[in-house]
């Protein structure tokens, strides 16, 4: 499984995936990014994960039928899954 960050057409998400170029998306553990702080914008999502203040929710499976562009987020997988949820 590969993290990946998708932009959609109205959701920026984290998750992990077995073929980040497949349409439909299966994205599984995926966490919708309602409010981020992060100074790097959505590659700076991917990089190092979402920073104190952002807002970010719980995870579950879902599949994604249209994609805008998937991002690799390997190197801030870690911060991903150790982020709490907090939608507001």
């Known amino acids: 499984m590969k993290p990946i960050i998708v932009c959609s057409r109205n959701a920026i998400l984290f998750g992990w995936t077995a073929d980040p170029t497949a349409i439909p998306l299966r994205l599984e553990k995926a966490r919708w990014a309602y409010y981020w702080v992060n100074p790097g914008g959505h590659l700076g999502l ?24 998937v991002i690799d987020a390997t190197a801030g997988a870690d911060v991903w899954e150790a982020y709490p949820v907090s939608t507001s």
Not at 53 to 69: D, K, M
């Open 46 to 69: 991917a990089e190092t994960g979402p920073q104190v203040g952002s807002r970010i929710g719980s995870a579950g499976t879902i599949t994604l039928t249209e994609v805008a562009c």
